[in-house]
């Protein structure tokens, strides 16, 4: 599965971003999709998560009532609405896709197998 993220900007604190992420082939039902930030000198944070199944759906508590998670399965895409953007959500943004069931809290790198390249996501 190749995963090809799109949408990232610079963006002004308080305004709003929608990421994409594209799977180059149908993704399965019992698949979890994610997406991962890193910022510069950090480690990678999990963002969110949606279970491709029941559309059920985790956050981050740093990104909960701002971020919304949602799919489009005609499309094989994964959508990222992000709002109320803050400088500290600045962070090259991933998308992940692994066989991963429907999780109790933030996605974790270290069960996805599947990443795309990244789009860079900068607030200030």
């Known amino acids: 599965v190749q995963l090809v993220e799109s949408g990232g900007a610079s963006v002004q604190a308080g305004g709003s971003l929608t990421l994409s992420c594209a799977a180059s082939e149908s993704i399965a039902n019992t698949y979890s999709m994610a997406w991962f930030r890193q910022a510069p000198g950090k480690e990678p944070e999990g963002v969110a998560t949606i279970y491709r199944d029941n559309g059920y759906t985790a956050y981050a508590d740093s990104v909960k009532g701002r971020f919304t998670i949602s799919q489009d399965n005609a499309k094989n895409t994964v959508l990222l609405q992000m709002n109320d953007l803050k400088p500290e959500d600045t962070a090259t943004y991933y998308c992940?896709?692994?066989?991963?069931?429907?999780?109790?809290?933030?996605?974790?790198?270290?069960?996805?197998?599947?990443w795309g390249q990244g789009t860079q996501v900068t607030v200030s």
């Open positions: 992940a896709a692994d066989s991963v069931g429907p999780a109790a809290g933030p996605p974790t790198a270290g069960d996805f197998a599947y």
